[in-house]
């Protein structure tokens, strides 16, 4: 049995303004957004919340 509270469902897109689309998911998900480097580790902020994991990809 699946337990919700440990899924970490994940979206891939490509975006020019990520802020844009943080203000987006947060909205559209009602929960506060973190922005961090792939690279980066950061605190999970209490309860319902978003980490949009950003990294850069070659352009082809």
Do not use: K, Y
């Not at 990520?18 to 690279?39: G, K, Q, R, Y």
């Amino acid at each position: 049995m699946s337990n919700a509270a440990d899924t970490r469902p994940v979206i891939r897109a490509s975006t020019a303004d990520i802020a844009t689309t943080a203000e987006f998911l947060s909205c559209l998900f009602d929960a506060p957004v973190v922005i961090t480097a792939a690279n980066s580790e950061v605190p999970a902020p209490g309860g319902r919340h978003l980490v949009m994991i950003v990294a850069e990809t070659d352009a082809a």
